[in-house]
C-alpha cells in the first residue's frame, strides 16, 4: 500500500460504532483510501484490522456504508504493480470531498429512464438552495 496510514493516524479515528449515533450523511470523513475508479472512505477503526466507512468499488449504484479490512486493502494489486493508495488530509478536507462526491453520486441515482423519455426525481441540493424536477 502506498502511503499507508501510520499508528499515530490511525490511532485518532473513532472507535466501531462511536460515531453510531450520529446520521450517515453526517458521519466524519478521516482517511480515503482509493485505486483506479475505487473509494473507501474511512469513519471508524476498531484498533486492529476492521474499518467503517463508505465504499465505492468501480459502480456508485452499488456503493453503500459497510465494512472494510484493512490487511484486504493493503493487499489489492493492479498489474502491473498498482497498489491502493491513502490520502489522510484535514478531515475538514476529507469530508468536503466526500460529500461533492456524494452529492453527484446521489444526483446521477435519482436519474430514471422510462418509455425513452429521461426525466429526474426531485433532487435538492441544499448547499445551492436549488431543485431540479422532472427535467424532460
Same mark, same amino acid.
Given at each position: 500500500?502506498?502511503?499507508?496510514?501510520?499508528?499515530?493516524?490511525?490511532?485518532? /479515528?473513532?472507535?466501531? @460504532?462511536?460515531?453510531?449515533?450520529? #446520521?450517515?450523511?453526517?458521519?466524519?470523513? *478521516?482517511?480515503? %483510501?482509493?485505486?483506479?475508479?475505487?473509494?473507501?472512505?474511512?469513519?471508524?477503526?476498531?484498533?486492529?484490522? /476492521?474499518?467503517?466507512? @463508505?465504499?465505492?468499488?468501480?459502480? #456508485?449504484?452499488?456503493?453503500?456504508?459497510? *465494512?472494510?479490512? %484493512?490487511?484486504?486493502?493493503?493487499?489489492?494489486?493492479?498489474?502491473?504493480?498498482?497498489?491502493?493508495?491513502?490520502?489522510?488530509?484535514?478531515?475538514?478536507?476529507?469530508?468536503?470531498?466526500?460529500?461533492?462526491?456524494?452529492?453527484?453520486?446521489? %444526483?446521477?441515482?435519482?436519474?430514471?429512464?422510462?418509455?425513452?423519455?429521461?426525466?429526474?426525481?426531485?433532487?435538492?441540493?441544499?448547499?445551492?438552495?436549488?431543485?431540479?424536477?422532472?427535467?424532460?
Amino acid at each position: 500500500m502506498w502511503n499507508e496510514p501510520t499508528p499515530e493516524q490511525l490511532a485518532k /479515528l473513532p472507535n466501531l @460504532y462511536e460515531t453510531e449515533k450520529v #446520521p450517515l450523511k453526517d458521519k466524519p470523513i *478521516y482517511i480515503h %483510501f482509493f485505486i483506479g475508479d475505487c473509494d473507501w472512505f474511512v469513519s471508524e477503526y476498531d484498533g486492529e484490522d /476492521l474499518f467503517f466507512g @463508505y465504499a465505492i468499488t468501480g459502480n #456508485p449504484i452499488f456503493a453503500e456504508w459497510g *465494512y472494510m479490512s %484493512f490487511q484486504e486493502l493493503k493487499q489489492i494489486r493492479v498489474p502491473p504493480g498498482i497498489e491502493v493508495d491513502c490520502t489522510a488530509k484535514s478531515r475538514n478536507k476529507l469530508d468536503t470531498q466526500f460529500r461533492a462526491l456524494k452529492m453527484l453520486q446521489d %444526483f446521477f441515482l435519482a436519474q430514471d429512464f422510462c418509455k425513452g423519455r429521461r426525466y429526474f426525481r426531485r433532487v435538492v441540493d441544499t448547499k445551492l438552495g436549488r431543485s431540479i424536477r422532472d427535467a424532460n
